[in-house]
């Protein structure tokens, strides 16, 4: 009997293959394999399965394949598989987890299952990244139309599909004969097509196909960092929007080495650099520092403290560079709040913007007039780095806490003192009074009066 044998792992993609371990032949005993595999947004999985060869039972209580409609295995179950059969299971999200377990008697011949990404309308689905866009077709709604993947092309005719089952395209937001069009109101669209040309070569009653495809990007995007002066660890963590945008620190002005130790040492006053940036093809995206305030909460309650404001600057030390395609670049000193609060918490409002709109946002800089709250439903992108530790705060607190601890062992010996006193004082009570009942016991007793019953 051999050792349990752990598989699966991570997929995305839009189709591939899944099999048990060493297919086509016998799986070993005690497998247990777990794959969780991603498609594109607004696409379903289908998995069909070819081929299953696992110990029969009528209740699947030995070796099984279960599938299941999420991200793990906590989502709800689609379908539970075992025995001689082949299978077609459907989900109704673009997440699903694959399982198959094996006990350590009757290996057979495991399974087989390919799995495809199909549009959630059975048609076709569109999903915007942060520089392209993802356009799935259903094969058998294209077929239905009288055409293949072979026929349909984007603007540029040399870019074709990428997939033919599913038929997918990716439709980059700079290049392939995408159009990009901005708006004053921090809206950027991409806009594509993807044409159908019929076969034959004197005539066709093919229809014309046409499928017009556009995405619209908000142009806003907040990044949330925090520099902290504890000993608390702060993963990075980032979550994407509409657009790709990230925020991180820098060693110098020359931008040129990324802080990647994790917490950074810094002293108060010293310089902290920072470059944000939009991870996007299409060179014409700058970022703009609209605005970034401080605060010691990380809900961002008062008191807060800004560094720039509607692109005003308010801190003395907040320094802009020079931005670029793509990136902003600002720098500030190092601080703590007063009143003993340890930590420091920086959320920025960016822009994106294109460099050749004349009249963006981008180019306003500082705005003092009221305007419009755009509303946190287009502060898209959250990105959490650090933590900043400031050097001389840390030593000032670590040695804060060793004088507290020394008080608190001063404190509690005086406290066990105190209460071994008072043990030992109601013990020699509870002794004395014994001995006072065994005394009065041994005693004569005296006459007493009983009171005589009345009829």
Not at 358 to 379: F, I, M, P, Y
Request: glycine fraction near 6%.
């Amino acid at each position: 009997m051999g050792p349990a044998v752990d598989c699966g792992r991570n997929l995305r993609g839009y189709s591939g293959t899944i099999s048990s371990p060493n297919y086509p032949n016998r799986h070993p005993p005690f497998s247990y394999c777990l794959w969780h595999l991603e498609t594109p947004k607004n696409t379903k999985v289908k998995l069909s399965f070819t081929d299953i060869f696992i110990e029969i039972d009528p209740l699947c209580r030995f070796d099984f394949i279960a599938v299941y409609d999420g991200p793990d295995t906590n989502a709800p179950l689609r379908d539970v598989l075992c025995g001689r059969r082949v299978a077609e299971v459907e989900t109704t999200s673009n997440f699903l987890t694959l399982q198959f377990s094996g006990d350590y008697a009757n290996s057979l011949f495991g399974f087989s299952t390919t799995y495809t990404a199909l549009p959630q309308s059975n048609k076709s689905s569109l999903a915007c990244n942060g520089d392209s866009m993802t356009v799935v077709f259903n094969p058998d709604y294209i077929h239905g139309l009288g055409y293949s993947s072979s026929d349909l092309t984007l603007i540029n005719a040399s870019c074709t599909a990428q997939s033919d089952n599913p038929i997918v395209f990716e439709v980059p937001f700079y290049g392939c004969g995408t159009v990009k069009k901005a708006r004053h109101d921090h809206i950027i669209f991409y806009t594509n097509v993807i044409y159908g040309t019929a076969g034959g070569d004197v005539i066709t009653r093919q229809k014309d196909l046409q499928f017009f495809v556009t995405c619209e990007l908000d142009m806003d995007s907040t990044v949330e960092i925090m520099y902290m002066s504890t000993n608390q660890v702060i993963y990075n963590h980032q979550e994407n929007g509409k657009y790709d945008v990230s925020l991180a620190y820098y060693q110098s002005k020359d931008f040129d080495s990324p802080i990647l130790e994790s917490p950074y040492l810094i002293d108060l006053n010293d310089t902290i650099f920072l470059q944000a940036s939009v991870n996007a093809q299409d060179p014409d995206l700058t970022v703009f520092i609209d605005t970034c305030f401080a605060s010691p909460e990380p809900d961002f309650k008062a008191p807060n403290y800004d560094l720039i404001r509607s692109g005003c600057i308010k801190d003395n030390t907040y320094h802009n560079f020079a931005s670029g395609s793509g990136f902003a670049r600002f720098s500030f000193n190092a601080f703590r709040f007063l009143k003993v609060h340890p930590s420091v918490y920086l959320q920025c409002r960016l822009v994106i913007c294109d460099i050749n709109e004349a009249e963006s946002r981008c180019n306003e800089g500082c705005v003092t007039r009221q305007r419009r709250d755009l509303g946190s439903k287009l502060w898209k992108t959250h990105a959490v780095l650090g933590p900043i530790r400031l050097k001389r705060h840390s030593e000032s607190e670590a040695a804060g806490s060793i004088s507290e601890k020394k008080e608190e062992v001063v404190k509690t010996d005086q406290s066990s003192l105190y209460i071994m006193g008072i043990s030992v004082l109601v013990v020699n009570i509870l002794i004395l009074a014994l001995v006072l009942m065994r005394y009065y016991r041994k005693q004569p007793t005296g006459y007493r009066y009983l009171p005589v019953a009345t009829q």
